[in-house]
């Protein structure tokens, strides 16, 4: 660009027939030519400016960007590890739970065996016929029947028969509210067909033979049991 300024001034210069001292032109070209290095310095000067911004931009951007994905990252880890607490924690309380019931079941099995294991007794002891009238009495009163067939467990046929005889007579004297025909068809028949296993007790059955009702020592102490449940657990742990 400095060089075709100086040519065009030359030219001028020779067309004109006016040649002006080399020093004056020189000057005026180097006005010139610093004008556009000047100039040219000041768009360079204004371009690498315009560079630098952007790149500041861009790397403040990009480390923006950067942040904000390494911050999401960390919100994902961390609701995860709250997620994966809270589901630890429920574990463990609901294992503490069912390690809580499962030692509570263990002492209700306890004291239900305990209890169990004291049935022998009231077979050895001296009410223990007091006891079986009770037993067909109840069994009597839940039947609703005149006549009714009466099983022993092995071994207490005879306590079972002397029973018997005081059963139907206390209930003869209870039914006399339904009637005289009612007591007087009162009928209780010993079944010589024992049953094997029992503790204690009988089982009754109507006189058709279609309902039958176990009212041994065990199936009592059953009863109670899940009857008294909640008066138990209450006993139990306080």
């Given at each position: ?13 020779a ?108 077979v ?71 049953l ?20 041994t020592?065990?199936?009592?102490l ?17």
């Amino acid at each position: 660009k400095v060089e075709a300024v100086e040519a065009v001034v030359e030219a001028i210069a020779a067309e004109g027939g006016v040649m002006e001292g080399r020093t004056s032109i020189s000057e005026h070209i180097s006005r010139m030519v610093n004008h556009i290095h000047q100039e040219a310095e000041e768009k360079a000067a204004s371009i690498r400016q315009r560079a630098e911004e952007e790149a500041r931009i861009l790397r403040t951007t990009a480390v923006q960007e950067g942040m904000l994905r390494i911050d999401h990252e960390y919100a994902r880890k961390k609701r995860q590890l709250l997620v994966a607490a809270r589901i630890e924690r429920s574990n463990l309380t609901r294992l503490g739970r069912l390690e809580a019931l499962r030692k509570r079941d263990d002492e209700m099995r306890k004291a239900l065996a305990a209890a169990e294991a004291g049935l022998p007794q009231l077979v050895e002891g001296a009410a223990y016929g007091a006891l079986l009238r009770d037993l067909v009495l109840e069994g009597l009163e839940r039947l609703q029947v005149c006549k009714a067939y009466v099983r022993s467990i092995r071994g207490q046929e005879t306590a079972v028969q002397a029973a018997l005889v005081e059963a139907a007579d206390e209930y003869r004297k209870s039914s006399s509210s339904r009637g005289a025909l009612f007591a007087a068809q009162v009928e209780l028949v010993f079944d010589p067909n024992p049953l094997e296993e029992g503790i204690g007790g009988v089982e009754l059955r109507d006189g058709l033979g279609t309902i039958r009702l176990v009212n041994t020592l065990k199936a009592r102490l059953d009863v109670a049991f899940r009857t008294n449940l909640p008066q138990l657990r209450a006993a139990l742990f306080r």
